[in-house]
Nanobody, 123 residues
Framework: VQLVESGGGLVQPGGSLRLSCTAS????????MTWSRQALGKEREFVAA????????SHANPVKGRFTISRDNAKNTVYLQMDSLKPEDTAVYYC?????????????????WGLGTQVAVSS
């Protein structure tokens, strides 16, 4: 199983980025997909999740109204559209796959992880 993230980079405050994560080696539509992030010196935290058919959505409070998760099961890909970025959004962003919706906010219970993509928000 591989989850490969892309789309990170350096952006100014107020800017936008779109992260992508493409999965292989698993039955993509059998998994709920998540984004989590880990800032330097902090624990990994939940950012957003999308249900296996793209209907159920969940976003963490710090990103509500600014970030939007979505997925395309035909492309085995999950996206994170990030708008109105703030310096405190700076982190490594990880894609995750999990079978149980009840586990989406607990990254330690994810079945699979990607290697992450760095997002830096700075002027």
């Amino acid at each position: 199983v591989q989850l490969v993230e892309s789309g990170g980079g350096l952006v100014q405050p107020g800017g936008s980025l779109r992260l992508s994560c493409t999965a292989s080696g698993l039955t993509f539509k059998s998994y709920h997909m998540t984004w989590s992030r880990q800032a330097l010196g902090k624990e990994r935290e939940f950012v957003a999740a999308v249900g296996n058919f793209g209907i159920s959505l969940s976003h963490a409070n710090p990103v509500k109204g600014r970030f939007t998760i979505s997925r395309d099961n035909a492309k085995n890909t999950v996206y994170l559209q990030m708008d109105s970025l703030k310096p405190e959004d700076t982190a490594v962003y990880y894609c995750g796959a999990v079978r149980q919706w009840s586990d989406i906010r607990n990254p330690k219970n994810y079945d699979y992880w990607g290697l992450g993509t760095q997002v830096a928000v700075s002027s």
